[in-house]
């Protein structure tokens, strides 16, 4: 229901009171879900502008220069609440909607990503969602043949009673050759296409602007949940991209929050519309107009096209089976009206209704929720095979199996921290993620280290960072501790962008991720996407008698690590990690001065060495518990077998071992020596695989 507020304030500057697809259409539009109210302050301080940025912030997705030749499609979605409600639908729906954000440009889709948060492995209800979220997505992503890349995974109680499902899809389209989402001529018609319209959805915008109740179990709650049907969508990518090529349609865009109400409003913002919702190919019957106009069934474009080309874009349409109408025109006024059963249903100033929301402006109150460090209890032998078997860490190859990383035959290496892509004879690089446990202790260096960590990744591999997304979940910013969260992120983020030098060039925001169930407000999470450009790198394996070596200071940085999720041992978060190694690693690793190179983040040197350096012979004086499991920020493990070119990169670093052909990874300590053998790493590594095959 539109808020009574709203609803006032609308019908002050209509002079009237607003009819029931009217006030649908404006709660909808106006939710935080359609409309950002609680954060557009925040993301207007972004910095989303840069030398290869083609298209930024605003449309269906982002467009950067990749080469003379190519220019890339991003976007990054979330699906978090219809993701609870029916893990299969959700999650595969977000992998069908991010795509059709990215074909909407006219761009072919080449790979997804999906960074994802779950709640504590050992509940039953973790396993279910994240089994039947694996599964949905993977057969989605299989069927319309796009390849999964690299992920990101976080298991922490706060996620229990709402998961997160983000997805990012990349694509790819001819230099200078994309679509806009904006209609921009008077006299076109408006061709819907794909699937039809069924009453599934209705509220979805609404309902993802809300806490998870209690009662999400009850029927109006589940039919704002859709089916996609993965099918129909490969189809629509191959007639939107034909429609495209052949130069049939002007502009096009993706039906999805507020169905066609939404989409047809928001592409029409300049030239007005007149929609004639008796003419929507219907799957459902005796449906209304509130229905017809705002409901979300999936696998539905909407296009611009020249009266001229109608026929023609209707033949490209009946080739591919899929439903076709055209439902309306482009008018030239200021106005969004919509028909239906010869009667005017809805007639508003289409800009009040796009972009005339009132922001919010909600307090925010600082917190402090960092505590003093305590030596956990145990050996460091103790320590380390807690920490590797944190879920966070595990080996989680039985739910990536379901996805085809290798269609369309682009992907050159896939691993847990980033995958590379060969594109235009070049390595295009890809990582996601973020620690919400160190944004949850300190929001600002939490969000700037989560860029700082995927640059790293991207480094690590040869690449310069060209662009990143952006998704802030969040819980509700009616809580002024959580906008407050909102406001440190932002910071972070931005701050860490700009001395980077990486342009912030879309994105999602998802907030009232909460449950009443489970008493639980997420911890933040803004999420980020990044994207390389560089040589064609991939995953090296040093060779035996190569040295190691930590590049970087390492502090005493263990609030939010896995140690303290593993024991509960407090600590300072990390700060804002130094960023001045980056240029060097990347020369290093460019030039093939390194034999090996890893980003140290989560898990800390331990985890580092396990997948770079597991067989090695390893020398740690001094604090072991800070040196293996801190998670110091713009930091990296190095193998090398000519020590001159670090030295004289200039880069600080300490030698701390040397590759062997032992089987095993020792590592000694001023107190102990702690040896693990492959099959030590298989144990530990094998969390989610003995969580989730016990049920």
Known sequence: MLAAKDEAYINSILGRELTPLESAAFENLWSEHCSYRSTKKFLRTLPTTGDAVIVGPGDDAAIVQFSDDTFLALAMESHNHPSYINPYSGAATGVGGIARDVFSMGAQPIAILAPWYFGKIEEEKTQWLMRNATAGAADYANTINVPALSGYQMFDESFMGNPLINVVCLGKMKAGKFMFGKAFKIGSKLLLFGAATGRDGLGGAAFASGDIAKNAGDEGVKNTCVDGNPAVEADLIKATLELFERGLILSCRDLGAAGLGGASSEMCVNVGARIFADAVPLRDTNMNEVEIMLAESQERMI????????????????????????????????????????????????????????????????????????????????????????????????????????????????????????????????????????????????????????????????????????????????????????????????????????????????????????????????????????????????????????????????????????????????????????????????????????????????????????????????????????????????TFSDEHFLKESGIPYEIIGKITESGKLTIRTDTEVVVLTQQDLFTAGSTITKACRAR
Not at 340 to 364: Q, R, S, Y
Not at 462 to 490: H, R, Y
């Open 303 to 638: 296009a611009e096209v020249k009266p001229e080309k109608v026929a023609e874009a209707e033949a490209v349409c009946k080739k591919y089976g899929l439903a076709y109408a055209i439902v309306g025109e482009t008018t030239g006024s200021d106005q969004y009206v919509v028909e239906f059963n010869g009667k005017v249903v809805c007639e508003l100033p289409i800009k009040l209704l796009t972009e005339g929301v009132v922001e919010n402006d909600f307090p925010e109150k600082p917190y402090d929720a960092e505590t003093p460090f305590t030596k956990p209890a145990g050996t460091i032998s103790e320590l380390v095979r807690k920490v590797l078997s944190h879920p966070d860490l595990a080996d989680n190859s039985m739910h990536a199996a379901q996805f085809n990383s290798q269609a369309q035959g682009r992907t050159y290496c896939v691993t847990p921290f980033y995958s590379v892509l060969e594109l235009d004879g070049m390595g295009l690089s890809a990582a996601c993620g973020c620690n919400a446990r160190h944004t949850y202790l300190n929001p600002y260096a939490g969000a700037a280290n989560a860029v700082l960590e995927l640059a790293s990744h991207i480094v690590s591999v040869g690449g310069m960072p060209l662009c990143a997304l952006d998704n802030l979940n969040f819980g509700s910013p009616e809580k002024p501790e959580v906008m407050w969260q909102i406001s440190e992120s932002t910071k972070g983020l931005g701050d860490m962008c700009r001395a980077l030098a990486i342009p912030i060039v879309g994105g999602n925001v998802s907030l009232y991720n909460e449950s009443d169930a489970y008493g639980t407000s997420i911890k933040p999470a803004p999420a980020v996407a990044m994207f390389g450009k560089g040589d064609l790198i991939g995953w090296e394996w040093p060779d035996n008698g190569d040295m190691i070596a930590v590049v970087g200071a390492t502090k005493e940085e263990l609030g939010g690590s896995v140690l303290d999720a593993v024991t509960g041992c407090g600590g300072a978060a990390p700060a804002v990690g130094d960023v001045k190694a980056l240029p060097a690693i990347r020369e290093l690793v460019e030039k093939a001065q390194v034999s090996g190179c890893m980003a140290i983040t989560r898990g800390g040197l331990l985890y580092a060495l396990v997948n770079l350096a597991a067989q090695a012979e390893v020398q740690l004086s001094g604090d072991a518990v800070t040196k293996l499991f801190s998670e110091t920020y713009g930091r990296f493990l190095v």
